[in-house]
């Protein structure tokens, strides 16, 4: 039976992409001389030649091309650094014998599952033998949360994304070039994919001043002329000011009931039509409490239409949503004390 962890001041290795707007970026910031962390990045494990790192993605289940000597390097920072916890993010590259490893020396291994791993494009054969050896498994979604039960996890905890004041906060006013960049009836901020130009089609369609921000819009002629890039910062928070509207939805593939974006736009100060969702009606209430809801292309379309056309009931939302949360409870210093209180 392995030894509990020493009743000592916790200190943690997180192992995650750090850089800023991913969620282990977030958390890096959030860190507190209580709770210090130390940060392994990622994308360290991709490092390599880049022909080989394809054929290793492709053709070995997305294997990242040093995962072995990655995570030894974990295993063995974890076991002489004084750690308490080691938390990863996501597909981490750690295999299951770094994590037995450490479990071994009385660290508490946890995982934050931003991705679900039963979607093709974010699946890795390595990660699955590693998966079941967690401590804990949290998850965004409760979706997944019995598959990861069945898988053998041995401690599944539902845990939603947040929002990080230092980044996500109603912008101050912008000047009048930036006004005229982003001015637009409604905004979308997200990658495109199939399923999401099908949903958008009908809104596309009407007068409205769309503006979608994001990866690979422009790969699709439907969305090829509301194609904005990608905005990061304090262009990200422009794009959000800048609409009237936001839309604020998951992807399907993923089973998302929530994303980071349903917490990150009530804070920047959005008006919102959200995907009618369990998870979404919990955060946010009844419809027209905080938000609009949409179940359908079509009703997207009416609901955005209806807001765009109603300054009172825009500036309402727009408050309550904010006022309910953006508050201490949804931040991501809350999600980085969960993940250490196990």
Same mark, same amino acid.
């Given at each position: 039976m392995r030894e509990p962890a020493p009743n000592t001041a916790i200190r943690a290795l997180l192992v995650a992409n750090g850089d800023h707007g991913h969620v282990g970026g977030h958390l890096v910031s959030c860190a507190t001389a209580a709770a210090p962390l130390t940060l392994i990045d990622t994308r360290a494990a991709w490092q390599g030649p880049r022909l080989l790192s394809r054929i290793l993605f492709h053709f070995a289940g997305k294997r990242p091309i040093r995962l072995g000597s990655f995570s030894a390097r974990v295993a063995a920072l974890g076991g002489t650094g004084g750690f308490t916890h080691v938390i990863t993010t996501g597909i981490a590259p750690v295999t299951a014998r770094a994590l037995v490893k450490l479990r071994a020396r009385g660290l508490r291994t946890v995982n934050f599952l931003t991705d679900d791993p039963w979607n093709p494009a974010n699946g890795a054969a390595h990660f699955w033998s590693t998966l079941s050896q967690y401590d804990v498994v949290f998850s965004p979604r409760s979706a &997944?949360?019995?598959?990861?039960r069945k898988h053998g996890c041995r401690d599944v905890r539902y845990l939603p994304f947040a929002y990080n004041p230092a980044d996500h906060f109603v912008e101050a006013a912008a000047g009048p070039e930036e006004r005229t960049k982003y001015a637009c009836d409604v905004t979308f901020i997200g990658g495109a994919d199939a399923q999401r130009v099908e949903l958008l089609a009908p809104l596309l369609a009407t007068r409205l001043r769309c503006h979608l921000y994001? +990866?690979?819009?422009? &790969?699709?002629? =439907? %969305?090829?002329?509301?194609?904005?890039?990608? *905005?990061? /910062? @304090?262009?990200?928070?422009? =794009? *959000?000011?800048?609409?009237?509207? &936001?839309?604020?939805? $998951?992807?399907?593939?993923?089973?998302?009931?929530? =994303? #980071?974006?349903?917490?990150? !736009?009530?804070? #920047? +100060?959005?008006? !919102?039509?959200?995907?009618?969702?369990?998870?979404?009606? =919990? #955060?946010?209430?009844?419809?027209?409490? %905080?938000?609009?809801?949409?179940? %359908?292309?079509? &009703? !997207?379309?009416?609901?955005? %239409?209806?807001?765009?056309? /109603?300054?009172? !009931? @825009?500036?309402?939302?727009?408050?309550? *949503?904010?006022?309910? *949360?953006?508050? $201490?409870?949804?931040?991501?210093?809350?999600?980085l004390q969960a993940l250490l209180a196990v």
């Open positions: &997944n949360l019995d598959d990861l994001g +990866g690979y819009w422009d &790969n699709f002629a =439907a %969305t090829r002329a509301y194609a904005r890039g990608i *905005v990061l /910062d @304090r262009d990200y928070r422009l =794009a *959000v000011s800048g609409a009237r509207v &936001n839309i604020c939805m $998951g992807r399907l593939a993923n089973r998302d009931g929530h =994303a #980071m974006r349903s917490y990150e !736009l009530p804070a #920047m +100060g959005a008006a !919102l039509v959200v995907e009618d969702t369990s998870e979404h009606r =919990a #955060m946010f209430g009844a419809d027209e409490a %905080t938000v609009l809801y949409y179940q %359908t292309a079509e &009703n !997207l379309a009416a609901q955005v %239409t209806r807001l765009c056309s /109603d300054e009172a !009931l @825009r500036t309402r939302l727009a408050s309550a *949503v904010r006022e309910r *949360v953006a508050t $201490g409870e949804n931040t991501y210093a809350a999600r």
